[in-house]
Nanobody
Framework: QLQLVESGGGLVQPGGSLTLSCAASGFTFDYYGIGWFRQAPGKEREGVSC????????YYENSVKDRFTISRDNAKNTVYLQMSNLKPEDTGIYYCAAAVYYYCSNYGSHPFDIWGQGTQVTVSS
């Protein structure tokens, strides 16, 4: 069964940090590019970051550059999203998604093959 499971969400104060994890199973993880997305209440889902297969090149949405870091550990079949200096506008459900042989071009609109169930991130004082 092809599966992605996110974890690490929670409630954090503005300026705080969280690290999300996306654990994969049921497929050859190394071959896949992995994206992180978020959806705030009443808003459309948006692409936040992406890490490419093979090259591990990283991409970020402008509002999270210099605050978020995406990384992957292929030995653990896991992608991480380290988030720092969090802001209230970062609040939302965060999803990871996988696409085979994918190098993250136009990741915000790419039809990813596999999606996780999401993890809630709330930034509030």
């Amino acid at each position: 069964q092809l599966q992605l499971v996110e974890s690490g969400g929670g409630l954090v104060q503005p300026g705080g940090s969280l690290t999300l994890s996306c654990a994969a199973s049921g497929f050859t993880f190394d071959y896949y590019g992995i994206g992180w997305f978020r959806q705030a209440p009443g808003k459309e889902r948006e692409g936040v970051s992406c890490i490419a297969t093979t090259t591990n090149r990283q991409y970020y949405e402008n509002s999270v550059k210099d605050r978020f870091t995406i990384s992957r550990d292929n030995a653990k079949n896991t992608v991480y999203l380290q988030m720092s200096n969090l802001k209230p506008e970062d609040t939302g459900i965060y999803y990871c998604a996988a696409a085979v042989y994918y190098y993250c071009s136009n990741y915000g609109s790419h039809p990813f093959d596999i999606w996780g169930q999401g993890t809630q991130v709330t930034v509030s004082s």
